[in-house]
């Protein structure tokens, strides 16, 4: 079973950039569709980015569309997410997720998750 670590989480003032990373472990990474979720304060969690095995970006929210980018290095076992232009309402706790199965990958449902790292973008 693939486990997930998250970091590069942060405080970022409105317009400013972050990368995040994910790492993973104890599975064979390159078999994975990897994507990208986030969860703010009362709200639910929500989709992001996600990226198939061999790293094709597959689909993206609306919202953060052409702002932020997911990418992954299987030589390396990390998945990123760069995020660009953040606004405040990008603040939220980011998950990194996996899912070996394309026909759930395409419908955001994913079956490992990280721990989250926190994004805090101020105004």
């Known amino acids: 079973q693939v486990h997930l670590t998250e970091s590069g989480g942060g405080l970022v003032q409105a317009g400013g950039s972050l990368r995040l990373s994910c790492t993973a472990s104890g599975g064979t990474f390159s078999s994975y569709y990897m994507g990208w979720f986030r969860q703010a304060p009362g709200k639910e969690r929500e989709f992001v980015a996600a990226?198939?095995?061999?790293?094709?970006?597959?689909n993206s929210a609306v919202s953060v569309k052409g702002r932020f980018t997911i990418s992954r290095d299987n030589a390396k076992n990390l998945v990123y997410l760069q995020m660009s232009s953040l606004k405040p309402e990008d603040t939220a706790v980011y998950y990194c997720?996996?899912?070996?199965?394309?026909?759930?990958?395409?419908?955001?449902?994913?079956?490992?998750w990280g721990q989250g790292t926190q994004v805090t973008v101020s105004s």
């Open positions: 990226v198939t095995s061999s790293g094709v970006p597959m």
């Open positions: 997720a996996a899912q070996a199965h394309y026909e759930l990958a395409v419908l955001g449902k994913f079956e490992h």
